[in-house]
């Protein structure tokens, strides 16, 4: 804290004799708190700088010789000139500065203090410091603030060529501190016949090897782009090994750019692309309204192609996207991939300058494959091996991952707000999170299966979740899914399965308020259903329309060892193809109007004012034999089993028993 002076002390002590309600502590503590808070807005906004000399140097560098060490603390003006420099010279910095000039080194070392804009080096020279701090009031040609598309694209330029510059003297980390200014990056540079626009060129390039490390206090901008532009990124890691981007925000242009009227959503720049990036960790980055998104992540070329370059190894590490339009993280080809610790924040919500573009999921993954003449595969693109845990998102305007299209997909112990889908993917696992909907997301799903029964979906996996909060927990149109383990509470729909084929669900523990477990107008093939436990608010079990057509006369379900708690109906009406053994049901089973249906060895089905079994309607192929019912609670007119069907012969009823409560 600073010392408060006389003058203040006078004036303080005259409002102690004429202010009546304060006292003289009092105001000095106020006083020393607004001291206080402008001492460390002044500590945020100072800059880097080693420079205290302001003596002339007294010496010229005319009679250095081979490998003797320089020492600056004073101001060598070189006035304009260019400087050869016997071998092995090295310079150490004190305290002074060196400028106006050029200095062509053969051998030898200099410290990256003393490396400016109005010095330039040539030749063969190291830093002495592999790890450069970079303090923008000495480079001149890097303009911060508000500033002219034409000056943010000379930033863009120049502050890629420090950055390899530090790299070719040996440099390996390359810090920011107080550092704002805008970019450029949505124009063509290219002087050649190509003149097509690549984002992660015309960004500016981290080189390999090499680390970005950006302190709270560096804010890299998004010059705003033209209504027209589609593509676009601040940073970018195009063809590197061994990249660090630490620290620091990446902020678009989402509100401050004009959206042509036609835009459907797909307007805008992201923040960063890692294209062709390997062994690339991206740590502590914070992501803030990027137009068309924040991370792109993708490779040059095609996989089937010879100038395909992969990209692998990458880590998404403790960052935050906030604000985001259209979506978080947008993964295309890649593989061994990890997306740890980030928050994600209103991805895809609309702001008061900019709706919130088409996607709206935080994390999309959507490799692109077509299919030749013949119908076999073409993986134009592929995204696997990729694990998406311990990450925290908040309000995205649809969802927080979509595997649209991927292998070996991960996404685990992560708290959700919203939901997940699983699309045309293999591998897949959806484990071990925590689905807490948000009012809005609680009109939906917190997790979809789906895929359209391709034939490149299978072995998918929804396990140890959660959930509470959503209309419908876990839905399926899919097949080959294993769902289990999942705890399902304060919802309309535990389980909902639609054109579901091959797939197994169990072990599920469902507390809702409406239907645990449904299936209408729909098929269900090849598919059980077992060691469940269900409290529902309005039907444990609820399958009508079901397997009731032409092509799916033949498909099968199976109910087996499932625990039905209070006193509810499961209901089948309509349906055909179910097998309903072992169970436990408090309440009763109304089947109506279905074929090929077996009711078989339930342990105990236990009706409250209903029947045990009510059969109504038309039936063919019905076997219900051996349950154990008790004796209905409520109305005489309940029975153990109501056989009202219309076709009595059609149904074989044996070895069951009605026993006293």
Same mark, same amino acid.
């Given at each position: ?27 000095? =503590? ?80 200099? !410290? ?48 890629? /060529? ?64 033209e209504s027209r532009i589609e593509n676009g990124a601040i940073l970018a890691i195009r063809d590197a090994d061994n990249v660090t981007v ?10 401050? /750019?004009?959206?042509?009227?036609d835009d459907v959503g797909l307007y805008g720049t992201h923040l960063m692309h890692i294209h062709s990036g390997r062994n690339v960790t991206? %740590?502590? @980055? ?20 010879? !100038? ?7 880590? @998404? ?8 339009? /259209? ?62 845990? /311990?990450?925290?998102?908040? *309000? ?6 979509? =595997? ?8 685990? !112990? *992560? ?9 045309? =993917? ?61 705890? $399902? ?12 084929? %091959? ?53 099968? $379900? ?17 349906? *055909? ?20 249906? %077996? ?22 192929? $019905? ?12 109305? !005489? ?5 109501? *056989? ?18």
């Open positions: 804290m600073k010392k408060l002076p006389y003058c203040l002390l006078i004036l303080l002590t005259f409002c102690y004799f004429s202010c009546s309600n304060e006292s003289i502590e009092e105001i000095i =503590a106020e006083e020393e708190e607004i001291i206080d808070e402008e001492d460390n807005n002044e500590e945020e906004e100072e800059e880097d700088t080693d420079i205290i000399s302001d003596t002339p140097c007294d010496f010229d560098l005319s009679n250095l010789t081979a490998n003797s060490t320089v020492v600056i603390d004073c101001l060598l003006d070189l006035e304009g000139q260019t400087i050869n420099l016997p071998a092995n010279v090295t310079f150490d910095f004190e305290g002074g500065d060196i400028f106006n000039g050029t200095l062509v080194f053969s051998g030898g070392y200099i !410290d990256g203090r003393l490396l400016n804009s109005k010095l330039e080096t040539q030749g063969d020279v190291l830093l002495k410091d592999p790890t450069f701090k970079f303090t923008a009031s000495r480079w001149e040609n890097i303009v911060q603030g508000q500033t002219t598309s034409d000056i943010a694209l000379k930033n863009t330029a120049e502050f890629e /060529r420090l950055m390899y510059s530090i790299k070719e003297m040996g440099g390996t980390t390359f810090e920011t501190n107080v550092f704002d200014a805008y970019f450029e990056t949505t124009k063509v540079t290219s002087t050649t016949s190509n003149q097509n626009f690549y984002a992660s060129v015309e960004a500016i390039n981290v080189p390999s090897n090499f680390h970005l490390k950006m302190s709270d206090n560096t804010k890299l901008r998004q010059y705003p782009a630490s620290g620091g925000y990446l902020i678009g242009d989402r509100n401050d /750019r004009i959206y042509a009227a991206i %740590d502590g @980055v914070n992501f803030v309204e990027g137009s068309k998104g924040a991370l792109a992540i993708y490779s040059i070329g095609f996989r089937f192609n010879p !100038d395909y370059i992969p990209t692998y190894g990458i880590n @998404v590490i403790n960052c935050t996207f906030k604000d985001i339009r /259209r979506m978080g993280i947008a993964l295309t080809d890649g593989s061994d991939i990890l997306i740890e610790g980030n928050t994600f924040t209103n991805v895809g919500q609309p702001m008061s300058g900019s709706d919130g573009g088409e996607v709206g999921y935080a994390i999309n993954i959507e490799a692109y494959r077509t299919r030749d003449a013949n119908g076999v595969l073409m993986e134009n693109e592929r995204a696997f091996d990729i694990l998406i845990t /311990r990450n925290t998102e908040i *309000n995205s305007r649809v969802g927080f991952t979509a =595997a649209t299209i991927g292998q070996d997909i991960t996404v685990e !112990d *992560n708290d959700i707000e919203t939901r997940c889908i699983l699309s045309l =993917a293999s591998g897949t696992k959806i484990i071990n999170n925590r689905f807490n909907a948000s009012a809005v997301a609680g009109e939906t799903f917190a997790i979809f299966a789906a895929g359209s029964h391709s034939d490149t979906v299978f072995d998918n996996e929804i396990s140890g979740n959660d959930i509470s909060g959503y209309a419908i927990g876990i839905a399926t149109d899919t097949n080959d899914i294993n769902v289990f383990n999942n705890n $399902i509470t304060n919802g309309d729909i535990g389980l909902q399965l639609k054109d579901t084929s %091959d797939s197994s669900f169990y072990n599920n523990t469902i507390n809702v308020n409406q239907t645990g477990i449904s299936a209408t107008n729909t098929f269900v093939n090849n598919t059980t259903i077992n060691d469940n436990t269900v409290t529902a608010g309005s039907f444990h079990l609820y399958l009508t329309g079901f397997n009731n057509s032409t092509e799916t006369n033949g498909y099968t $379900i199976s109910l087996e060892r499932n625990k039905f708690l209070n006193s509810k109906k499961v209901t089948i009406n309509n349906a *055909n193809g179910i097998t309903f053994r072992n169970n436990e049901v408090t309440g009763g089973i109304e089947l109506g109007t279905s074929s090929n249906i %077996d009711i078989s060895s339930n342990t105990k089905i236990d009706p409250n004012d209903s029947d045990g079994i009510r059969l109504y309607g038309t039936h063919s192929s $019905i076997s219900i034999t051996n349950n154990n019912i008790l004796e209905p609670s409520g109305a !005489d007119r309940y029975n153990c089993i109501n *056989n009202n069907s219309d076709t009595p012969n059609a149904i074989t009823l044996s070895g069951n028993t009605c026993g006293t409560r």
